[in-house]
């Protein structure tokens, strides 16, 4: 397990579901950035399909983020580059600095106390 891999891939601009696997294979790998899982691992790891998980790691691997190095009749070696960890996707969504400056607050919608509605009518005396 790198800690300096996982703790630069929790600081990713990255969509959910890519950063959840990016962790699972940084989780496993050693500090150059090399790893093996099964994707069956992955999958149970980051509770995903199996197919699932190879889209995400297809899309690390468009980012540059992940290679993969297939071995014929052995374990796929994925290899991990942290210097593309900053690098945000299409679907992230956008970085806001000061979420609250933006945002109006929600609206107060006060409904009426339920007293208002059984009070007795005054009683009239007649003569």
Not at 16 to 31: E, H, M, R, T, Y
Not at 55 to 71: D, N, P, Q, S, Y
Not at 100 to 105: A, E, F, N, Q, V
Request: some cysteine; overall charge positive.
């Amino acid at each position: 397990m790198s800690i300096s891999l996982m703790t630069a891939a929790w600081k990713s601009p990255l969509p959910s579901g890519q950063k959840f696997v990016l962790i699972a294979l940084c989780d496993n790998a050693n500090d150059q950035g090399e790893c093996y899982p099964s994707i069956t691992t992955i999958a149970y790891k980051c509770s995903m399909g199996e197919r699932t998980v190879q889209g995400h790691i297809t899309g690390l691997e468009a980012l540059g983020i992940v290679r993969r190095e297939m071995r014929r009749g052995r374990s796929t070696i994925y290899h991990i580059y942290s210097a593309h960890f900053g690098t945000p996707a299409e679907s992230a969504p956008p970085q806001n600095p000061h979420p609250r400056r933006i945002r109006t607050p929600p609206p107060q919608n006060l409904h009426p106390h339920p007293r208002r509605f059984c009070q007795k009518p005054p009683q009239i005396s007649h003569p």
